[in-house]
């Protein structure tokens, strides 16, 4: 239009109206659709790995704050023997039964028991802060939290543990992520397929004022680009999530095995605490704190088993 002579104007115009619909071969619509299912398989994984790694922290958190309750009790009842030696002690300093250095010495060990409550309490109010922060509290509105310290569970197996690794999500992640890696490849092969292009129309000729319908088929030649790189990229991308996969696994097992190792001994050693050492050393200080009263021992002899104990 607006050319010259039969062109001059629109009368020599042709209006086309025309639709397109790309058809994709190869299964191009599929494998996406495949791939994009895997990557919302591997995002509920990677959910489940942030999920358990706060649950470990918030644990580990409210043990502390279990931990530093335990130990402030325990400062307090050391507290309360120190003040009852002191009282001993000094008794006995008025009696004339023993130096009064021995009661210098008591007021010293009192003092420092008073110091590791105040200690004991600032650790209890510094674990109860970080387990108030692990839910994203400010300030700690609990009192007390409740649970045992003392309750020794039996241990499972090595051998029990290891066959719940493939359950571990950091684990369990990377069969997805070598399967979506998987339905890269495919999808990218599938890439190298051209694609059909189906166009239907209707055109008027004005200078004729006849219609016509349209009907078109067209499909590219690759000769030079068949997708070669992107099918490589995803199969080096295929590979290495393979060599992480067994990287993590071995991880996994080798943390799992000195965990482990590290939890049998401090079991056997709580055992042994529990069942040989405190009877002991109970008894020791309670025999030494009796014969210190009646002149048998000194005070430097009791302040060596109370250490003890």
């Known amino acids: 239009f607006a050319g010259s002579g039969v062109f001059k104007g629109f009368d020599a115009s042709e209006t086309k109206l025309e639709l397109s619909q790309l058809i994709e071969l190869g299964g191009k619509r599929a494998k996406r659709s495949t791939h994009a299912a895997l990557g919302r398989d591997l995002a509920q994984w990677d959910y489940a790995v942030t999920r358990a790694d706060v649950v470990a922290v918030v644990r580990l958190t409210f043990m502390n704050v279990l931990f530093a309750q335990e130990r402030l009790k325990l400062m307090e009842k050391l507290l309360y023997l120190a003040d009852e030696v002191l009282q001993t002690t000094s008794e006995r300093v008025k009696a004339g039964k023993i130096s009064p250095v021995e009661a210098v010495r008591a007021e010293v060990d009192r003092s420092t028991s008073r110091i590791d409550v105040k200690n004991a309490r600032y650790d209890l109010k510094v674990a109860k802060r970080k387990l108030s922060d692990a839910w994203g509290g400010t300030t700690p509105t609990f009192g007390e939290a409740r649970g045992s310290l003392g309750k020794l569970q039996p241990l499972p197996s090595l051998e029990s543990l290891e066959k719940l690794v493939s359950q571990n999500p950091d684990v369990a992640r990377w ?28 055109k008027h000729h004005n200078e004729v004022d006849d219609t016509a319908f349209l009907m078109k088929v067209s499909i590219p030649i690759p000769i030079f680009d068949t997708n070669q790189g ?7 991308r295929l590979s290495k999530s393979k ?67």
């Open 175 to 202: 069969a997805v992520a070598i399967e979506q890696h998987r339905a890269g490849v495919d999808l990218e092969e599938a890439r190298g397929v051209p694609d059909l292009t189906v166009s239907l129309g209707a």
């Open 230 to 236: 992107g099918t490589l990229e995803a199969r080096e």
């Open 243 to 309: 060599e992480e996969s067994r990287a993590v696994w071995l991880r996994v097992v080798n943390n799992l095995a000195e965990t482990y190792q590290r939890l049998s001994r401090a079991n056997m050693e709580a055992t042994d605490l529990a069942r040989h050492v405190l009877p002991g050393a109970e008894a020791a200080f309670k025999a030494s704190e009796e014969g210190f009263r009646h002149g048998k021992f000194d005070y430097l002899n009791m302040l060596d088993t109370q250490r003890t104990l």
